[in-house]
T-cell receptor
Framework: RKEVEQDPGPFNVPEGATVAFNCTYS??????FFWYRQDCRKEPKLLMS???SGNEDGRFTAQLNRASQYISLLIRDSKLSDSATYLC????????????FGRGTSLIVHP | DAGVTQSPTHLIKTRGQQVTLRCSPK?????VSWYQQALGQGPQFIFQ???????QRGNFPDRFSGHQFPNYSSELNVNALLLGDSALYLC????????????FGDGTRLSIL
C-alpha cells in the first residue's frame, strides 16, 4: 500500500459545483498535512494547511480524520480557474521529516 | 522577498553524462528538499539537507547526491544519467519543522536523449 493515496480523477464538474477530494495516508505517526495545487507544467503551490479541527479559506475547506487516516478538501462554487491538480502532502514528524506527496487529483471545471 | 529559485530552467543531456542542478531557498528558510516529478505523478522525495548535511533520503540510488552550502543554497548532482531520469526536478525550502509547509521553486526540466 502506498504511503499517501489519492484518486487521480479527473473530476469533471460544471462551474458553481461543489467537489470534494480525499487523501488517505498509511502512517499513523503523521503529524502535519497540507494541500498543494499544481497547474500544468508548473511547480506545486501551497493551497492550505490542514488542522485537526478543520479549517476554511474562502471557498476551500480542509478536514483531517485521524481515526480513519484521511484528509479531505472541499471546493465550493467551483471556478474555471480552479482547474488544476490537487496534491496532498503528509509529513511524518518526530525526527523523521519526510514530506510525502500523493500523485494528485486532477480537477477540470467546465463552463 | 525572493522565493525559491532554481537553475537552469531546462537542460538536455545524453545518457551517461552528469548534471548539476542548483537551488536557492526562500529567505529565512534553512532546509532544502529535492524532488523528482515524472509526468502524471506526484513529486517523489529524493533527499533533504539541513545544516549542510543530508538528513533524510528517499528511495533513490547513489547516483543522486547533493550538497548544501553555508548560505543554505543547495545542489543536486546526478551521475551516469539514464533515460528514466528525464523529469521535472523540484527544490523546496522550509524552516526546520515538520509543521511548516514547503515552498517550491519553478523546477528544472531535465531531458535525457
Amino acid at each position: 500500500r502506498k504511503e499517501v493515496e489519492q484518486d487521480p480523477g479527473p473530476f469533471n464538474v460544471p462551474e458553481g459545483a461543489t467537489v470534494a477530494f480525499n487523501c488517505t495516508y498509511s502512517n499513523s505517526a503523521s503529524q502535519s498535512f497540507f494541500w498543494y495545487r499544481q497547474d500544468c507544467r508548473k511547480e506545486p503551490k501551497l493551497l492550505m494547511s490542514v488542522y485537526s479541527s478543520g479549517n476554511e479559506d474562502g471557498r476551500f475547506t480542509a478536514q483531517l480524520n485521524r481515526a480513519s487516516q484521511y484528509i479531505s478538501l472541499l471546493i465550493r462554487d467551483s471556478k474555471l480557474s480552479d482547474s488544476a491538480t490537487y496534491l496532498c502532502v503528509v509529513n511524518i514528524g518526530g525526527g523523521s521529516y519526510i514530506p510525502t506527496f500523493g500523485r494528485g487529483t486532477s480537477l477540470i471545471v467546465h463552463p | 522577498d525572493a522565493g525559491v529559485t532554481q537553475s537552469p530552467t531546462h537542460l538536455i543531456k545524453t545518457r551517461g553524462q552528469q548534471v548539476t542542478l542548483r537551488c536557492s531557498p526562500k529567505s529565512g528558510h534553512d532546509t532544502v528538499s529535492w524532488y523528482q516529478q515524472a509526468l502524471g505523478q506526484g513529486p517523489q522525495f529524493i533527499f533533504q539537507y539541513y545544516e549542510e548535511e543530508e538528513r533524510q533520503r528517499g528511495n533513490f540510488p547513489d547516483r543522486f547526491s547533493g550538497h548544501q552550502f553555508p548560505n543554505y543554497s543547495s545542489e543536486l548532482n546526478v551521475n551516469a544519467l539514464l533515460l528514466g531520469d528525464s523529469a521535472l526536478y523540484l527544490c523546496a525550502s522550509s524552516r526546520r519543522s515538520s509543521e511548516q509547509p514547503q515552498h517550491f521553486g519553478d523546477g528544472t526540466r531535465l531531458s535525457i536523449l
